[in-house]
């Protein structure tokens, strides 16, 4: 039987190890786009934003698979409240966040839009194949919206870039 103290023990060992990951994901993403001459933005669309999804996508797919449809929507709207709320309050404290006003204006309208969107959707208790393909189509949409708009902007000076360290035979190249 498991005590409640191995279970915080657990709790904290899983936050430890998934703050030291998610910082390696955005070592190892800034890496990528300075050495590909890539914009940052365009990193942080691909690898970051689908790599720090991913569990969340698991959690979704998983609770519907299991006819819990309730927790894969809770799931969802919760972290879209944690990160909308508590990452950008979080950030804020510790650093000034600037942001040009053209780009809040244009995120927060498509922000907006999704939402409606959404509860729109969830008026009838249930979302369907048809919801699920709006929204994928929606984010495939976006995603390359942001893509093309991040072409051609310049790199940020202050990432951090890892050195490439090869392995044995490869040294020598």
């Known amino acids: 039987m498991i005590s409640i103290l191995q279970f915080i023990l657990a709790v904290a060992v899983g936050f430890a190890l998934l703050c030291w990951s998610a910082n390696r994901l955005v070592e190892v993403a800034s890496t990528l786009a300075f050495r590909l001459g890539m914009p940052l933005l365009t990193i942080g669309v691909t690898v970051v934003a689908f790599g720090t999804s991913a569990p969340e996508l698991m959690v979704s797919s998983v609770a519907a698979f299991n006819g819990s449809g309730g927790i894969a929507i809770g799931n969802v709207v919760g972290s879209n409240i944690v990160n909308i709320g508590l990452i950008l309050a979080i950030g804020g404290l510790i650093a000034p966040l600037v942001v040009k006003a053209r780009i809040v204006y244009r995120e927060l309208s498509i922000l907006l839009i999704t939402t409606v969107a959404a509860a729109v959707m969830l008026m009838d208790g249930r979302l369907s194949l048809l919801d699920g393909i709006i929204f994928s189509a929606a984010f495939f949409t ?16 202050d990432i951090p870039v890892l050195p490439i360290i090869l392995p044995g035979p490869l040294q020598s190249l």
């Open 142 to 157: 976006y995603s390359c919206y942001l893509l093309k708009s991040s072409t051609g902007q310049e790199a940020e000076q």
